[in-house]
C-alpha cells in the first residue's frame, strides 16, 4: 500500500492517466492493481490494466484483462478486438482469428490482426490483402509493405518504403533503424552505422536519464527497466545493430562496448536480440554461459531465428568440438531444423558433415568434400561474373558480384578448415597443407587461411616458413592482447628453435606490458596471454622430452592461480602432467626430487583453487567434475609412481 499512501484522497484517477500519459506504465499498472482488488471487476480498471499491461508487452496479463472485459461487456467490440489482439501477441494466432471475425466494424483492426498472423506465418501473399485497407500511401501499410520486402530479402525496396513511412511520419528512431538494417543486410555497414549514430545521438540527447554509457561505473548502474521512453528511443536495437557490425567485423572488443554502453537493464529485462547478442559476443570468455543463454532462448519464444543455428555452430566450434550435443538438439527438435534451417539447406549438410566426421571421417569428409565442389563451382562462375562486368563498365553488377563472392568465400572457408580437419586429427599435416595449397587460389589473403597455413608450418617443425605467417599477425595489433595467444606463442617457439631467443624475449616483454597497462586500468580483469605463450613453451619442451624444464614452465605459467587457472588452462596443463605420468609408469625418464616436489606443491595449490572450476565446458552441471578433483587424482598418481 505504500503508492497509496503517496497520493491525496480523490487524485488516483488524474495520477493514473498522468502516468499513462507520461509512459510510466508499471507505476500504472501497480496503483490500478491495487484499486481492482479493492473493487473487482471494474471495466475502468480491467480497461486501463489492459491497456497498460499491452504497451509493457506483458501480452499474457493483457489478454487475461480483456478477456474479463469481453465477457462483462459483449456488446462493446472493442474489448474482444482488443482481447484477439492480445492473444494473437501470446502465439494463439488461429485462436484470435477466429475470436476477430465475432467483432463488428473495426475493419482497419481486424485487417492489421490478419496482417500480423500472415506475416508470422511468411504468407506474403495474404499479408499483403490485408494491407488493402489501408489507402497506399498510408504510414501503417508502408511500414508493413517493408517489413514483408525485407523478410522476403528485397532491401533496396523495403529501404524505400520505410524512407517514404519517414515522408509521411517523420524521423521516427523505429524507421531509422530499419533503413540502418536495410543497409547492414546489403554490406553496406557505413551508412548503416551512420543512421545508428543518429539514433543513439538523439537518446542521449533526449533522454539522459537512460544512463546509456553508465557501465564505466564499476560498481554497475542502475536498471532502466524496460519503460515506453527506452521503447520509443530503439536505443537497444541501435546498440544490438552496433554490435552486429563490430563482431561481423571481427572486432570484438567493439561489440563488447556496443553492448555495455546498451541502457543498464538486469539479465531477466534483457529482450531476446540483446540475449542472444550476449551470448555469442561473449562465447570465447565464457562458453558455459553463452551456450546457457541460447538454450534458455530455444525453452522460451520467441527468440531470433538464428539462435538455433548459432547454438549449433557454438557445439562444433574447433575450440568445444561437443558434437553429440548437437546432435542430440538436432535429432530432438525436428520443427526447429524445419522453420529454421529449412531456409539454409547447405548450414544444415556442413552441421550433418560435422557430426558425421566424429563417427566416420570418411562419411563427414565426403559430405564436406560435395559442399565444397559446389561452392568452388559458384566461385569460380563469380569471377568470371565479375570479369565480364568489368568488361561493360558495369559497377553495379561488379559490386553485386563482389557482395556475392566474399559471402560464397565466407561459407567456404569452413568446409575447408572442416576437410583439413580430419588430416589434422590423426597427425598427417602434409594432407592438411595439400588440403589448403588446393584452395590457395581463392583463399590465399583469406586471415583465416593465413593463420591456419601457419599452424600447419609450425605443426611440420618449418619454423621460418611459421614465422613469415605469424609476423604479420602480430605486427597488425598495436595490443598484442587483441592476437590469439596460441599465435603469440607458436611465434615464440619458433624463434627459440630458429635460435632467435632474442626476438622471443622481446615479445615476451611486449605482452607483459600489455597485461600490466589492462590489470592497471581494469584490475578485474582477467588476462591469459602471457600464461598461454608460456604454456605452449612449457608443452614444447615436454613434447621434446625435457619434462623438467617444461612442467617448470608449465607450473610458472599459472601464477598466481587464483588469476591463471581456468578450464582452458588446465587442460593445457593436465595434458603435459598426464605426460610426464605416462613417462615415468614406462620408466622413460627420471625426474630430480625437487620438481616432483615442486609438482606436488602446485597440485596442492591447485586442488585448492580449482574447486569451482569445471573441467569440461559441456557437461551436465550434475556430473562436471571440478579441477581440484582432477588435481587429487593427479597427485595420487604420482604418489604412487614414486612408491
Known sequence: MVVTQQIQEGKYTETVYRWIADGRYQEAIELLGIQLQMSPGSQAALSLLGYCFFQVEDYENATAMYEQLAEKFPHQAKYKMYHALSLAKTGHQNEALRGSKEVEGMESDKALLGFYVAYNQDDFKAARKMLTEFSEDDAARLINEGCILYKEEKYEDAKA??????????????????????????????????????IIERGVREHPELGVGSHVDEAGAMSVGNSQALRETALVEAFNLKAAIEYDNKQNE????????????????????????HALIHFDDNPAESFRKLNHLLQNPPYPPEAFANLLLLYCNPRMEMYEWAADVLAGNEDLVQSNLAKTPDLYDFLNALIARQSSPEEGYDKLDALRDKYVKELRGLIKTIQDSRQRGDQAAIKRGISRYDHVLEQYIPVLMGMAHVYWDIGNYAEVDKCLQQSAEFCSEHEVWKLNAAHVCFMKEEWKEAIKFYEPIVRREEDTLRVPAIVLGNLCVAYIMTSQNEHAEELMKRIERDEERIAFAEPKKRTFHHCIVNMVIGTLYCAKGNFEFGIARVIKSLDPLEKRLSTDTWMYAKQCLVAMADNLAKHM??????????????????????????????TDPDEQRSVATEARILKHVLLKLQD
Open 254 to 277: 567493439n561489440a563488447v562496448e556496443a553492448l555495455q554502453d546498451m541502457p543498464p537493464r538486469d539479465e531477466s529485462e534483457l529482450d531476446p536480440v540483446t540475449l542472444h547478442n
Open 161 to 198: 518504403k520505410f524512407a517514404a513511412a519517414m515522408q509521411a511520419v517523420g524521423e521516427r528512431p523505429f524507421l531509422l533503424h530499419n533503413i540502418a538494417l536495410c543497409h547492414y543486410k546489403t554490406g553496406a555497414y557505413g551508412p548503416a552505422l551512420q543512421f545508428v549514430a543518429e
Open 589 to 618: 625418464i627420471v625426474l630430480k626430487d625437487e620438481v616432483v616436489e615442486e609438482t606436488m606443491r602446485f597440485l596442492d595449490e591447485a586442488e585448492k583453487a580449482g574447486r569451482g572450476i569445471a573441467t569440461d565446458f559441456g
